[in-house]
């Protein structure tokens, strides 16, 4: 079982990543001018930024919800990686975009963490790792 | 030349290995170069990517994932899933252990009330090891039979002798190791019988309590709900759970035959505040209780710690175990003659028998299994003159008739089981009782789970496993010509010459 102390920085590091990327939505949403820019950067106007918008409603929902935080993570973390590498590759790091870009590391961070914290509870890796240590501790 | 299509895996384990960087590279360009949308491949090809390496180079503790990465997962997945496959799919009836398909249907449609004649012929193998009855040339018709009565401390002369009714207990299982649902309707359906439960080392049986059926209390090694703080027994705490009507007899747990000479155990996934209350034990531990009671050092304190136990409860009072060598058992006999002492009953638990935890090398290795035993008890007991002055109970995979009459020929006056009544309850035998997440809500206090068991249809089923089972039992007993079962005797057997009781025949 994960140790309370970690649930703890676990739901710290959920409760970030949700208000940073709640908070943007609701300009993907309401089609924000600065969003609109960004996304006709990279071509993917408007679909784009509402399906992007829709998968980070999603993250920010399973994030909070206890049987689904894993997946919330994983899905916050993939959406973050790709804002990243449009910082990377089209966006740039200038100005506000810095800004942004490094949003999007934090969130990203946040998932990561909670990841880590929860890898117990993923599916695949749930197989390997359920079995109980004795009480004689597991030998590393 | 071979047609046969083969798949290398090792060749295959290192075209995905690299197939996977290389795709997350290709997508990463494409969403670089031609649309953004790439990047949706990019980056679960990049979490492979990661995950892989990992596999590969970071984790340490899986051979087969550090040199094969990713489809490795695939053995471990298939692995997982191989236990219900087999169930499901691939085991014949007459396969499966510690209770194969045919065994458990019987049970299935006795809980159901449903017809469990079958046609066309035995699937059992009748050459070496099963033992048959030998039913009479003349048989008896239903009204000779006698109705099952046995008196429990009549030999003492008690005021408070209990008589059993249904020859059909359900053996100790304590809240813990089953959830309160379990236990109410197993508690509710026996209460439609007039039959008896055993309250298992659970401490105070609370959710037994609620349903008014008639209880044995188990005092375990911890003594859970009777025990001193130093874990020697608390004798006004024990008076006071023995004075109340529904506890009508005490049974003292010396071993059990799944963990013979351990004490019982319950993980700490299935260890709820309540039960920590109710058996005063801390949370977030695994509570293993003593091998054995510090009040039992050998033959004579033995003998002396039930009989205190009788001075206390004022209530019949019996032991239960496991034989690990009948010459022992033969010495307790004699230690009891010697002071002219006698528990009410002994339960003899076979080492085949059920538990919610215990270690793999106990239930599989430890205790001998239960014919030979109940069999090597009742001659010693015999023997010794003692048999008079106690009842037999047997216990070790008696769920069904066909082998519960094999106990009452060599001895038994009752026959307890409990995984017959869990099966009759809607177990599936999917072998998960010390994680917490049985499957059918019996052997977890996880409400989700719990939520699969309604008390009063599983009530009924009990209570029609146990009809179903009286009626099979006394069909058999007319087929010998017996009027009740204790006119039923080793004679009644026939017994194959690899049969564990083949040493105990005579062969003519
Ligand atoms: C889930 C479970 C819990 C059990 N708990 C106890 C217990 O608390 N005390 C005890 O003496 N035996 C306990 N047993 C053993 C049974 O009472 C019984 O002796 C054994 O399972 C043999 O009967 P069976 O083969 O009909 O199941 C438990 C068995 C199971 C399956």
Not at chain 1, 16 to 25: C, F, P, R, S, W
Not at chain 1, 58 to 74: K, M, R
Request: proline share 5%; net charge positive; charged share 20%.
């Amino acid at each position: 079982m994960t140790s309370p102390k970690f649930k703890l920085v676990s739901w710290v590091a959920q409760i970030i990543a949700v208000l940073i990327m709640g908070q943007t939505l609701f300009f993907k949403f309401t089609a924000a001018p600065e969003s609109v820019q960004l996304f006709t950067e990279l071509n993917m106007e408007p679909h784009g930024r509402l399906i992007i918008g829709a998968l980070e409603l999603i993250a920010c929902i399973l994030l909070i919800i206890p049987s689904s935080i894993v997946y919330g993570a994983l899905l916050g973390s993939s959406l973050m990686a790709g804002a990243i590498i449009g910082h990377v590759t089209e966006l740039g790091w200038q100005g506000d975009r810095l800004e942004l870009g490094i949003y999007a590391i934090v969130v990203l961070t946040c998932c990561i963490s909670t990841i880590m914290i929860r890898r117990r509870e993923l599916p695949l890796l749930k197989v390997i790792h359920s079995d109980k240590p004795t009480k004689r501790g597991r030998r590393k | 030349m071979s047609t046969k299509l083969s798949i290398n895996l090792h060749k295959l384990a290192r075209f995905t290995n690299t197939a996977i960087p290389v795709l997350a590279l290709l997508f990463f360009v494409g969403g670089w170069q031609i649309s953004f949308y790439f990047h949706f491949l990019t980056v679960p090809f990049l979490g492979l990517t990661f995950l892989n390496t990992y596999y590969l180079l970071g984790q340490r503790n899986h051979s087969l994932l550090r040199n094969f990465g990713i489809l490795g997962q695939g053995r471990y997945l298939l692995e997982s899933l191989g236990p219900e496959l087999r169930q499901y799919l691939y085991s014949g009836d007459t396969e499966e252990r510690p209770f194969n398909r045919t065994e458990r249907r019987e049970v299935y449609r006795k809980a159901n009330n449903i017809d469990s004649a079958a046609s066309f012929g035995s699937q059992n193998d009748f050459d070496a090891t099963e033992i048959k009855l030998r039913h009479s040339l003349f048989p008896i018709s239903k009204e000779h039979v006698l109705p099952y009565q046995m008196a429990f401390g009549e030999e003492r002369g008690i005021q408070n002798a209990y008589t059993l009714t249904v020859p059909f207990i359900i053996s100790g299982m304590s809240y813990g190791a089953l959830g309160q649902r379990a236990i109410r309707s197993l508690a509710r359906g026996i209460a439609q019988t007039g039959g008896l439960m055993n309250t298992g080392e659970g401490g105070y049986p609370k959710y037994h309590l609620m349903e008014k059926c008639d209880l044995a209390f188990q005092i375990g090694t911890a003594k859970f709900g009777v025990r001193n703080e130093d874990g020697t027994l608390n004798e006004p705490l024990l008076a006071d759970l023995a004075a109340k009507e529904q506890v009508k007899m005490i049974e003292l747990k010396l071993s059990q035959g799944a963990k013979p000479g351990k004490g019982g155990m319950l993980p700490k996934e299935k260890i709820t505040a309540e039960i920590a209350e109710l058996r005063g034990v801390p949370m977030g531990r695994d509570v293993v209780s003593p091998t054995h009671h510090s009040e039992c050092e050998d033959y004579p304190s033995a003998v002396a710690f039930i009989r205190r136990i009788q001075d206390v409860s004022q209530l019949p009072v019996g032991i239960k175990l496991c034989i690990g060598d009948p010459r022992q058992f033969a010495e307790l006999v004699s230690e009891m003659k010697r002071q002219d002492s006698f528990p009410d009953w002994i339960t003899i638990d076979g080492a085949e028998g059920g538990t919610g935890a215990a270690p793999k090398a106990f239930i599989d290795r430890v205790g001998m299994p239960l014919f030979p035993a109940l069999k090597s008890a009742q001659d010693i007991l015999l023997a010794s003159g003692a048999r008079q002055r106690l009842k037999l109970v047997a216990s070790g995979k008696l769920i069904n008739p066909g082998s519960q009459i094999i106990a009452f020929c060599l001895g038994a006056d009752a026959i307890a089981t409990a995984r017959g009544f869990m099966l009759s309850i809607g177990c599936i035998q999917a072998m998960q009782c010390g994680s917490n997440t049985c499957p059918v809500g019996i052997t977890t206090h996880h409400p989700r789970l719990e939520r699969g068991i309604i008390i009063e249809d599983k009530a009924l089923r009990v209570a029609n496993y146990v009809h179903s089972l009286e009626h099979d039992l006394e069909e058999l007993l007319c087929s010998t010509g017996a009027r009740s079962v204790k006119d039923l005797s080793f004679d009644n057997l026939y017994v194959p010459n690899e049969s564990t009781l083949y040493p105990f025949a005579n062969h003519n």
